[in-house]
Each structure stands twice: as structure tokens, then as C-alpha cells.
């Protein structure tokens, strides 16, 4: 079975852009979670979807956002980048509430 | 509330000899626990997990972990490390609400 797979796996923007995210889940799997990964702040929850809909949400702000398709692949937004943005965004997915499995993560820099 | 301290932020030891990775949890009700290795600049990916079955559970590349809720601990150890174990290991305890709570994660460093 293909594992998790995160587009694109590098980018670089610019304050004020805004960007999309990519994941798609190992087939089978419907639930979809997203984390954060820097250096100071450690793994961070964002958000959790199952069947097209958010099931947990972390502490982020608004400028956090995701979705999730009926094929269960996902999408997470953060607009009005800053600086502090920049990060490795991990998604993991999962069958229900089972083990976790985690993408390569994609890394995200912020000039 | 759950929650899971990693004890050790660093560990170095010498190629060929034991590694143990200490990890206590929190948590109002029986959990699961796992462990999770991350290599540079790559994902996380399972080495084991504990799920109220047999409390010494047997991972990936000869990692295992005991489960002892006296103690509260779920340490993760090897008998004897390689090279290519130096990477940053994650304890995750998973919460009530299905959130995944990791750990702060503790750094191996493997010596020649």
C-alpha cells in the first residue's frame, strides 16, 4: 500500500501570501490530521478531519484552515503568512481513531 | 487531562550498547501510547504502540517498550544501538477526544 503523500514537499513565500497544502491519506484511511513542527514549539496539533469533517481542532488562528474531499485527501490554507509560519507541516492519517501514520511532511519558509 | 514528559531533551550513547529513552505519561483512564522516530528532514514513522495488550510491546528494528502504569512510564529501549538509530524519538499519548499529544522529544546521538 502507498503510504501518506504531502505535496508540495518544499515552498517558499513571501509575508502576506497565503498557501495550500496537499495530503493524500493511505487508501482506506478517512481521517486526516495536520501538525506543525518547529524548533521552539515542538509537534503541534492544527486540525483533524473524518469523512469531510473537522473532528478536532487545535489552537491555531482563523488563518488556519482545511478541508477534506470525499476521496479523503486534504487540504490545509494559512493566509496572511508571517514569518513565524515557517514550519514542516505534517499530515498523519489514520483509519478511524487508530495509529497514526505520517507523510514527509511539507516544509514551509516564509521570507 | 493527558499529557506525556519526555525526561531526556538529549541522549548519547556508544554503537553497540544499550539505549533507553524514558517517557512518563498522564493520563485519567487507560491510554495508548506510542513511540515515533524521526529522522532529519523526513516524517515520523511508528516504531510501536501499546494499546492495553501485553505491556512489553515489541517494535521496529529490535526497539521495544514497557508499559508500567504503577510507574507510569512507557520507557522505549535497545539492546544495542547502531548508527542508524541516531535520530529524534517522539513519546505520543493519545487523549480521549483521539488527539495525539507528543512529547518534546528526546535526541540520540550515536558514537562511533
Known amino acids: 500500500k502507498a503510504g501518506v503523500t504531502q505535496t508540495p514537499r518544499y515552498l517558499i513565500k513571501t509575508r502576506g501570501q497565503q498557501v495550500t497544502l496537499s495530503c493524500s491519506p493511505i487508501?482506506?484511511?478517512?481521517?486526516v490530521s495536520w501538525y506543525q513542527q518547529t524548533p521552539g514549539q515542538g509537534l503541534q496539533f492544527l486540525f483533524e478531519y473524518f469523512s469531510e469533517t473537522q473532528r478536532n481542532k487545535g489552537n491555531f488562528p482563523g488563518r488556519f484552515s482545511g478541508r477534506q474531499f470525499s476521496n479523503s485527501r486534504s487540504e490545509m490554507n494559512v493566509s496572511t503568512l508571517e514569518l513565524g509560519d515557517s514550519a514542516l507541516y505534517l499530515c498523519?492519517?489514520?483509519?478511524?481513531?487508530?495509529?497514526?501514520?505520517f507523510g514527509p511532511g511539507t516544509r514551509l519558509t516564509v521570507l | 487531562a493527558q499529557s506525556v514528559t519526555q525526561l531526556d531533551s538529549h541522549v548519547s550513547v556508544s554503537e553497540g550498547t544499550p539505549v533507553l529513552l524514558r517517557c512518563n505519561y498522564s493520563s485519567s483512564y487507560s491510554p495508548s501510547l506510542f513511540w515515533y522516530v524521526q529522522h532529519p528532514n523526513k516524517g515520523l514513522q511508528l516504531l510501536l504502540k501499546y494499546t492495553s495488550a501485553a505491556t512489553l510491546v515489541k517494535g521496529i528494528n529490535g526497539f521495544e517498550a514497557e508499559f508500567k502504569k504503577s510507574e507510569t512510564s512507557f520507557h522505549l529501549t535497545k539492546p544495542s544501538d547502531h548508527m542508524s538509530d541516531a535520530a529524534e524519538y517522539f513519546c505520543?499519548?493519545?487523549?480521549?477526544?483521539?488527539?495525539?499529544?507528543f512529547g518534546t522529544g528526546t535526541r540520540l546521538k550515536v558514537l562511533a
Open positions: 487508501s482506506g484511511h478517512r481521517s
Open positions: 505520543v499519548v493519545r487523549s480521549g477526544t483521539y488527539k495525539y499529544i
Open positions: 498523519a492519517s489514520s483509519l478511524s481513531q487508530d495509529t497514526q501514520y
